[in-house]
């Protein structure tokens, strides 16, 4: 029932992602693809700034006022006005300084210029010059349509996402030390899934640098959950979001994951929703579980749960949401199901416009979970120098992922003007590489500081 083209995201490794996006120019040609527009809409500080500009509001209030205000309160801000002009050393009409918050206060969220979506290309049969004017970019060989992402959909025109992920450099990176260290060919789709000492790893939390699971709230999770497959690690990769955790989702999947590991069976409340949620041990995670509630639960039809899914992924920016709120509440309850189960249902709907992910989102972002994992645990040394190279990315400093590389028993060698290169490189252990360098976490002498692990020469991007 679905009319309209499918939505496509496809990740490229960051520092590459301008090779593709001058190959699908070469490719299709610019009279039939071009990048789609974004309309950046006036917020509190751009708009407090544009209309003191046009007021001639002396230039050290407008500062005064914008850098302080990342929200709009125009009675507070009325308030404040004869403070900010002490503050700033300059005196201007109270009048005419309430004008400029009432203009300021009417001009949020109106269009205030276009720009380029970070990836979004639109592709055409025919010419675009014959559908929408098409203008170069202020970037170096890109051009634009004037049409932004929803305007495509509502004339349903093709929009393919030209993303960048920096994680997919560094993989490439370390794989590519690795071989060439090792004398080997591996790819990225022979890296194990089911490794236990890179579970084991993961659940200790030792995830500095790892795609995805690398930041606080993460490695909080870890331990909790315990990966020990590939779909925990999809599973892990999205409950840890605000989706998830404002739905209330995370304390029930854990409670139900241990009652698992105790051989205790899992309770559904209402057992035709298993076929929904049994994979997730009753708890919907995946924006996928929704739409299926809605068609089992609600007797949503595939149309209307497509309708849904669409809502939940903009509901905060267009408010679309709440038109499904009764017809999916009242079709609970008209299916026998009780009202708060269905209200809570609904709240868990909405969390997901926070952020909630797809199954198959999160079960790629597994997969690259799973390699950068066992490079990190395999070939730390390869794994470090690719991250050093991929610069910038991830959650963690160059230094920091030095430093933890170094209590993983990887030695660092300093910039060397003599032996460096630009990029980071690997050169043999001394003879007496079998002790841990110095500076080498005890706790990982079981596997690291081995002889057949290369030291990492820092190049000379580090410096530059």
């Not at 903009?314 to 209200?343: C, S």
Request: charged share 25%.
């Amino acid at each position: 029932e679905r009319n309209e083209p499918p939505d496509i995201d496809v990740d490229f490794e960051h520092q590459r992602r301008e090779e593709v996006i001058q190959y699908i120019y070469e490719k299709y040609g610019r009279n039939r693809a071009a990048i789609a527009a974004v309309v950046i809409c006036y917020r509190s500080r751009s708009a407090l700034r544009d209309v003191g500009m046009a007021m001639d509001v002396d230039e050290r209030l407008i500062d005064e006022f914008a850098k302080d205000h990342y929200w709009f309160d125009q009675a507070v801000l009325v308030d404040r006005l004869e403070e900010a002009m002490a503050r700033a050393g300059v005196r201007e009409s109270l009048q005419k300084l309430q004008l400029w918050l009432e203009l300021t206060n009417s001009l949020k969220g109106f269009p205030r210029h276009l720009s380029q979506h970070v990836g979004g290309f639109v592709l055409t049969q025919t010419k675009l010059t014959r559908l929408v004017p098409i203008e170069k970019a202020s970037m170096k060989d890109r051009s634009v349509i004037q049409w932004e992402k929803d305007d495509l959909e509502a004339m349903g025109m093709l929009k393919v996402d030209v993303l960048a992920l920096g994680m997919l450099s560094a993989i490439r990176r370390g794989l590519d030390f690795m071989n060439r260290w090792r004398g080997t060919a591996v790819e990225m789709h022979q890296v194990p899934d089911d490794d236990p000492k890179v579970y084991d790893m993961i659940c200790a939390a030792d995830t500095v640098g790892v795609f995805q699971i690398e930041s606080r709230a993460q490695m909080s999770m870890l331990p909790r959950l315990q990966p020990r497959k590939y779909y925990d690690l999809v599973v892990e990769v999205a409950i840890v979001r605000p989706g998830p955790i404002q739905g209330g989702m995370v304390h029930p999947y854990l409670k139900n994951r241990e009652k698992l590991r105790r051989g205790e069976p899992i309770e559904y409340r209402y057992p035709e929703l298993k076929a929904a949620l049994g994979r997730t041990l009753g708890v919907p995670i995946f924006q996928e579980q929704v739409m299926q509630i809605a068609m089992i639960a609600a007797k949503f039809s595939s149309d209307e749960a497509d309708g849904l899914r669409r809502a939940m992924a903009a509901w905060k920016h267009t408010g679309h949401i709440e038109k499904f709120q009764n017809k999916l509440i009242d079709g609970m309850v008209d299916n026998g199901y009780d009202r708060p189960f269905a209200e809570a249902i609904f709240e868990q709907v909405k969390g997901f416009g926070e952020y909630g992910f797809p199954e198959s989102h999160a079960a790629s972002f597994a997969l690259l979970v799973i390699v950068s994992s066992w490079l990190k645990y395999h070939e730390p040394a390869c794994f470090l120098a690719a991250m050093l190279d991929s610069q910038p990315m991830g959650f963690y400093s160059a230094s920091q992922l030095v430093q933890d590389a170094r209590r993983h028993g990887v030695e660092v060698r300093p910039v060397d003007v003599t032996v460096s290169e630009f990029d980071s490189t690997l050169e043999a252990r001394a003879p007496d590489a079998q002790r841990m360098p110095h500076g080498t976490d005890p706790q990982y002498a079981d596997f690291l500081g081995r002889a057949d692990q290369p030291a990492v020469r820092l190049g000379l991007r580090r410096i530059v």
